[in-house]
């Protein structure tokens, strides 16, 4: 159903309500209860983003958030309907209410950077555990406030009705649809406003709204008695606000399923809610007009076995979403959006049509049970976010959602016989083992075909999940889509350069700080430096146990030489008073709600404070990720941090280097090097040399004028979502624009005081790079011919450099058959390949092939080698003697 449907359906109810008796003074309250749901739901969305930049991940600020405006709302609504029969012009009030609000949340821009310094400062003197509770206390009650005068409100307006009983599902109806278009109006002001416009014009709305209520002081007075709303048993308040924790559990838990499977953005969070509220609306107003009691006895197992039902779907609702090209974000945001309203509708009409059918059973009393529903709706929200899903997770967290929505309605339908449908029930529920998550190879049967999951950790930071591929090699998954990391060759030498790359550039590296550990292969990076001090700080807990129990294999044991710190890392650098001479950031996935601002001016001052004289900082960020006025963003904003930052350039990645000081260049890499033993050097650099990695340099960060990254005035974050549809992003555009600013060589080995004896192996390995690039930008553009002629010459410049061996290797090995076919020996053209890419794994399972094929005694020799490369490799395992 789309918006328009909803308000048609709307208008046809105001058409009903104005031949039943109600006055077009109560009508228009009610269309303007509306539009004040739409603005609470705004206000909620993006005060949940705000929570979200503060504690960068996003299901804190989500949950934080919702507990605060539910807990507002339940005692709002309790107070002011105890005292509702005291005031005499409630729609003042309610115009004094809305307005107050208003004004609180255009403040609201300008004080944030305030309490993010305080939390910054309060920083020093707390644990981890300390701050994040301390932050979230004082976000509770900063948005408790505001929140309790919205929920004052709905008394406030039933106050001013004169069939206050009988409309109740009316006007809750209303005010809920409204908030459906609240709950996606963010979605059109955050990417084109920004955080703070965007509030600041929904507080404008506000402030309408506020008017709106004055502005009907004229037209409608009360003329009810003084009379108090009747308050229902304690019984009902309890098992209705026993409904509203189930509800906000069955929200947050939802919020979090649904998120692994659909967009990485903040963007879930405004669809679910908006389906979420979309049945609740409609279940309200169905309610309003329907007072046949014989339904009401389904509702129960409707709401229930619709959970459950939603959970044993979701594999193949994500398996639709993975075969899905969107030719946009918006179509994709409109064809997911809708399926997700069809799962949860039927439960969400159940949750609607509860109050006013409660109210009706228990003889009044609905604003008693809206405020208790509210009250319980704060106190699941952070169950679910704090307690149940870390220690049950997110597929039990639902299946208790529905058995307890299941009792809770059955209490309500006596006689108790119809229980006798529970065992039978539950049997059946149990034949779908929805309690354990669903297998990652079932979720996502494209990308993950023939996986099987070897470990799964779920907290409220993230769910993390190690998957072992059918080659046997090893995925770290964090909330399913993201890979932050993989056991292939290939990767562990890209892992382990974020190291390499950062000590190379230091001069005498004895303390290092990492910035996200992931499986720890990149802190193995590292391991050539005898006597390095090395700390690791990583908020996910899951990631730290994986990177100990299934990556050791592969990052050489690095955790247990390495002081691993769980935290946040802007709490770690807020805190800490130590100082590193190399600090290394961590591939981020910048697109997520939160983590953008990682990349901000603000966290690269941070960084910069923790240097040591000399120190090096080297952030890096995958070229793949980014369009190029976003890449234009983040050098801005790390150019005003470090204004001597430099880059350099390693396959598809981009590394920013910011030095406290003076930049050394080429002598601070030899002064590294010539503290290193033979070996040690050649593990440093990989067996690439020195000159390779100098050859990499991408000269200085160029000055340009625009926006920065600022963590309280994100820019990145509401545009990479759309590189995900439609064309992608525009990857030979960016290499493209960092090709026309490169330096040229002889600016370059000025740059760096290169020595007339490095000279021409420098300009060899610094040409040998652009060439290569400017191959993979013409590959990009489609011309293979002249790709392949660049990758050539890239090669016959520096033979060294891995990438230009594996990107000749690779093509050559591709055409290996044809070769062979107008007569070159197999064996032998694969040895010449192994000569040109000694660290490919299908190179060498294709020699040992063959030399097995022809029963050679190297065969087994091969296989080792193989194995030494890729020691998780499946085939050459199995094949062991």
């Given at each position: 159903?789309s ?18 008796g109600?006055?077009r003074g109560?009508?228009?309250a ?12 705004s ?12 504690f960068g ?88 406030v ?12 039933m ?22 278009a609240?709950?996606?109006?963010p ?11 965007a ?8 402030l ?12 409608r ?36 399923l ?6 990485r ?21 169905l309610?309003f ?5 014989g339904?009401a006895?389904a ?12 959970l ?13 090209n ?6 994709a ?19 609607g ?11 009044g009393g ?15 929200s ?35 016989s ?6 039978v ?11 354990s ?11 993950l075909a ?24 090893r ?5 399913l ?50 006597g ?16 100990r ?38 591939l ?53 941090a ?6 350099f ?76 549809y439609?064309?992608?992003g ?12 490169r330096p040229?060589?002889?600016s370059?080995r ?61 093509q ?11 007569g070159?020996?197999?064996e ?7 000569r ?21 005694p ?24």
């Amino acid at each position: 159903m789309s918006l328009s449907d909803l308000f048609g359906f709307i208008h046809s109810e105001v058409n009903s309500l104005l031949r039943s008796g109600l006055c077009r003074g109560e009508v228009a309250a009610a269309i303007l209860y509306g539009l004040s749901g739409l603005v609470g739901v705004s206000y909620e969305i993006l005060w949940a983003r705000m929570l979200t930049l503060q504690f960068g991940v996003s299901v804190f600020g989500v949950v934080i958030t919702v507990a605060a405006f539910m807990a507002g709302l339940g005692m709002g609504s309790l107070a002011m309907t105890s005292g509702a029969h005291r005031i005499r012009r409630p729609m003042l009030w309610l115009a004094i209410l809305e307005g107050a609000v208003a004004v609180f949340a255009w403040a609201l821009p300008s004080a944030t950077p305030i309490l993010g310094a305080g939390f910054d400062a309060a920083a020093v003197r707390m644990s981890p555990i300390a701050w994040q509770t301390f932050m979230a206390g004082a976000s509770f009650l900063l948005l408790t406030v505001p929140a309790f005068a919205l929920g004052a409100g709905f008394p406030l307006l039933m106050r001013s009705v004169s069939h206050s009983g009988s409309a109740l599902g009316l006007f809750y109806g209303i005010n809920t649809l409204g908030a459906v278009a609240g709950a996606l109006l963010p979605l059109v002001l955050l990417p084109s406003l920004g955080w703070a416009a965007a509030l600041r014009t929904t507080a404008m709305l506000g402030l309408a709204v506020a008017v709106g209520w004055a502005v009907l002081l004229r037209w409608r007075a009360s003329n009810k008695a003084d009379s108090r709303e009747q308050r229902p048993r304690n019984v009902w308040l309890v098992t209705y606000g026993a409904v509203g924790a189930v509800s906000l559990v069955l929200e947050i838990a939802w919020t979090r399923l649904f998120s692994l499977v659909m967009l990485r953005t903040e963007y879930v969070l405004a669809l679910i809610l908006a389906a979420f509220l979309s049945g609740i609306g409609l279940g309200s107003l169905l309610a309003f007009r329907t007072h046949r009691a014989g339904w009401a006895r389904a509702l129960p197992w409707l709401a229930s076995g619709s959970i459950l039902i939603s959970l044993a779907l979701l594999p193949s609702f994500s398996s639709w979403i993975e075969r899905s090209n969107w030719a946009s974000l918006a179509t994709a945001l409109v064809a997911q959006g809708g399926v997700l309203l069809l799962l949860t509708l039927p439960t969400t009409l159940v949750l609607g049509a509860w109050l006013p059918i409660l109210a009706r059973q228990s003889g009044g009393g609905g604003l008693w049970l809206y405020g208790a529903n509210a009250l319980g709706g704060a106190a699941g929200s952070a169950a679910a976010g704090f307690v149940l899903i870390p220690f049950l997770g997110t597929s039990a967290t639902l299946v208790l959602a529905a058995w307890s929505l299941l009792c809770l309605g059955l209490f309500w339908n006596r006689p108790l016989s119809r229980w006798m449908a529970f065992p039978v029930l539950m049997m059946a529920f149990a034949s779908f083992r929805l309690v354990s998550f669903p297998a990652a190879e079932s979720l996502l049967p494209q990308a993950l075909a023939g996986s099987r999951d070897l470990y799964r950790y779920e907290d409220a930071v993230a769910m993390t999940q190690v998957v072992e591929l059918p080659n046997g090699q090893r995925l770290l998954l964090t909330d399913l889509q993201r890979r932050d990391a993989s056991t292939e060759a290939t990767a562990v030498y890209v892992q382990a350069n974020q190291a390499r790359l950062a000590l190379l550039l230091h001069p005498a590296p004895h303390k290092v700080l990492f910035l996200g550990l992931g499986t720890g292969i990149s802190a193995m990076g590292s391991l050539p430096y005898p006597g390095l001090k090395r700390t690791a700080v990583e908020l996910s807990r899951g990631a730290i146990l994986a990177a100990r129990l299934w990556f050791a294999p592969l990052n050489g044991s690095v955790l247990a030489h390495t002081e691993v710190r769980q935290d946040d890392a802007r709490h770690f650098l807020s805190a800490s008073q130590d100082r590193y001479d190399v600090i290394v950031g961590d591939l981020f996935h910048p697109d997520l709600a939160g983590v953008s601002s990682l990349l901000s001016v603000q966290q690269f001052r941070r960084v910069r404070s923790h240097l040591a004289d000399r120190g090096i900082f080297v952030q890096w960020i995958a070229l793949n990720q980014f369009d190029s006025e976003s890449l234009a963003i983040v050098l801005r904003s790390f150019r005003d941090a470090f204004p001597q930052g430099q880059l350099f350039l390693d396959g598809m990645h981009l590394a920013l280097v910011g030095p406290k000081g003076v930049w050394e260049g080429a002598r601070a890499v030899s002064d590294n090097l010539d503290r290193l033993s033979a070996q040690q050097r050649q593990e440093a650099t990989a067996g690439e040399g020195e000159m390779t990695w100098l050859g990499r340099y991408w000269g200085p960060i160029p000055a340009s004028h625009g926006v920065e990254q600022d963590e309280w005035a994100p820019q990145i974050e509401f545009r990479l979502p759309r590189l995900r549809y439609g064309a992608g992003g525009d990857l030979a555009g960016v290499l493209e624009r960092l090709v026309a600013f490169r330096p040229g060589v002889d600016s370059a080995r000025s740059m760096l005081g290169i020595t007339p004896a490095q000279r021409e192996k420098f300009e060899r390995a610094y040409i040998g790079t652009e060439l290569l690039v400017r191959s993979w930008i013409a590959a990009l553009n489609g011309q293979p011919g002249q790709s392949d002629r660049l990758m050539g010459m890239a090669f016959e410049a520096n033979p060294k450099d891995r990438w230009t061996a594996y990107a000749l290797s690779d093509q050559m090995l591709a055409h290996l058959d044809g070769a062979v076919s107008r007569g070159l020996d197999r064996e032998q053209a694969l040895l010449k390949l192994q000569r040109i890419n000694p660290w490919s794994p299908e190179i060498l399972r294709a020699l040992w092939h063959e030399q097995e094929r022809r029963h050679e005694p190297a065969a087994e020799s091969t296989r080792l080698q193989l194995l030494t490369l890729s020691p998780l490799d499946r085939e050459a395992q199995s094949a062991k003697n």
